[in-house]
């Protein structure tokens, strides 16, 4: 098992392009996110998705776009990238919702660089 | 809204000393409480996690962590620090009803001198 993995693991843009950052799982997981982490500021929501097919906005959304064709990949957009978009970037991974509750599973991180 | 409070952003110890990482919650809802550990340029992994059975959680590497409703704090210790042991500590907390709404604390960054 590979578990969650991203590409790439460094990009450096300049403001105005565009990218995808690509996630993938191989635990048949139907749940899938992609945080930002940002110094001081612990990881931060930006989208989500509960299946093949279907996405959810988190906490900070706004500048990212996100696409669920597959139920193991998960991709990020960046329409026109910005330098508040600098960032690291985490994509995760976990089984359906029943009662309880299930740990997430994270991959490597994408270092994303706007100049 | 959850919220999490990691209360020292920097905590260092020598080695062999015990590790107290403190964390306090808000939650509206029952809670799910997790600590997850960064290291280096690594993902997170989960260390341990807190779903309302006992209120005392073991983890890996020797962590264990005590939820304590009466105080909203979820602190995690450790009796003997390792040099492996350094890394970034995040403390976590979503609604066991909707796990798509986590919070992350900022994180304490634990040091281990020699």
């Known amino acids: 098992n590979a578990g969650v993995t991203q590409t790439p693991k460094f990009r450096v843009l300049k403001t105005g392009q565009s990218m995808t950052l690509l996630c993938a799982q191989d635990?048949?997981?139907?749940?899938m996110y992609w945080y930002r982490q940002d110094p001081g500021m612990g990881l931060r929501l930006i989208h989500y998705?509960?299946?093949?097919?279907t996405t959810a906005k988190g906490e900070v959304p706004d500048g990212y776009n996100v696409s669920r064709l597959k139920k193991q990949n998960f991709l990020l957009g960046l329409e026109s990238a910005a330098p508040s978009q600098t960032s690291v970037y985490f994509c995760?991974?976990?089984?359906?919702w029943g009662v309880g509750t299930y740990e997430q599973y994270f991959g490597p991180g994408t270092r994303l660089t706007v100049t | 809204a959850q919220s999490v409070t990691q209360l020292d952003s920097h905590v260092s110890v020598s080695e062999g000393t015990p590790v107290l990482l403190r964390c306090n919650y808000s939650?509206?809802?029952?809670?799910?409480l997790f600590w997850y550990v960064q290291h280096p340029n690594k993902g997170l992994q989960l260390l341990l996690k807190?779903?309302?059975?006992?209120?005392l959680v073991k983890g890996i590497n020797g962590f264990e962590a005590e939820f304590k409703k009466s105080e909203t704090s979820f602190h995690l210790t450790k009796p003997s620090a390792h040099m492996s042991d350094a890394a970034e500590y995040f403390c976590?907390?979503?609604?066991?009803?909707?796990?798509?709404?986590?919070?992350f604390g900022a994180g304490t960054r634990l040091t281990v001198k020699p």
């Open positions: 995760a991974s976990t089984r359906s």
């Open positions: 939650s509206s809802y029952s809670p799910s």
């Open positions: 807190y779903t309302s059975a006992a209120t």
């Open positions: 976590v907390v979503s609604d066991q009803y909707n796990n798509n709404d986590m919070r």
């Open positions: 635990m048949n997981h139907e749940y």
């Open positions: 998705s509960v299946g093949e097919g």
